[in-house]
Structures are given as structure tokens and as C-alpha cells.
């Protein structure tokens, strides 16, 4: 009954710039945990960036100052702006968010489909 699309992904040269979108629908109480995470072909899946339902944020080392993750709570949807990018951060990137689906529900983590990046050289 929940459910996350990402959109925003393609391919770009290095050095420009994408934004992220992930939208949550469905009966959803509240959410107070979304991120981003990314998976290269072949390579562990690693956590991007995240943020919480207080606005604290954490990011990757290796994306840091590069990367901007923003939440849009009004409307379920968390935002990544991804600018100065390298052919590295080539991954197919995913959403996550722990959504309470009513008030006497436990939370449950839930998954998008993924967007891809794509960072030429």
C-alpha cells in the first residue's frame, strides 16, 4: 500500500548536474526516515545520503559538498541535487523511507524501483 517512485535520473557529463525526485503514496501516517542510496553493477549497495524527520542530515564522504539532500514533508517527497559529477557516482540510485502507515502501525522500511546515473567522461 506504499509505494516510491524515483525520477530524475539520465546521462550527463561530468561536472554537471541532476536532481532527484522520490514521492511516497499510499496510506502512509507518517514518515520519519527517507534516503538515498546507490548501487554500482557489481558493487555493494551504500547510503548516500539521508535524512530524517527533525531535518538532520548525513552524506557520503565521498559525495560530500557535492550532493544536497532536501525533504518536502507536505508532499511525501525527498529531493537529491546532485552537482559536480564524476564518472564514479555511475549507479543506479534508490529510495528509502520508513513510513508509518497509521498510528497504532509499527514502521516498516519500503523501497523505489531506482533511477539510473550515468556520468560520462
Known amino acids: 500500500q506504499v509505494q516510491l517512485v524515483e525520477s530524475g535520473g539520465g546521462l550527463v557529463q561530468a561536472g554537471g548536474s541532476l536532481r532527484l525526485s522520490c514521492a511516497a503514496s499510499g496510506r502512509i501516517f507518517s514518515i520519519n526516515y527517507m534516503g538515498w542510496y546507490r548501487q554500482a553493477p557489481g558493487k555493494q549497495r551504500e547510503v548516500v545520503a539521508a535524512?530524517?524527520?527533525?531535518?538532520?542530515?548525513n552524506y557520503a564522504d565521498s559525495v560530500k559538498g557535492r550532493f544536497t539532500i532536501s525533504r518536502d514533508n507536505s508532499k511525501n517527497t525527498v529531493y537529491l541535487q546532485l552537482n559536480s559529477l564524476k564518472p564514479e557516482d555511475t549507479a543506479v540510485y534508490y529510495c528509502n523511507a520508513r513510513v508509518r502507515q497509521t498510528p497504532l502501525s509499527n514502521d516498516y522500511d519500503y523501497w523505489g524501483q531506482g533511477t539510473q546515473v550515468t556520468v560520462s567522461s
Open positions: 535524512e530524517i524527520s527533525d531535518g538532520s542530515t
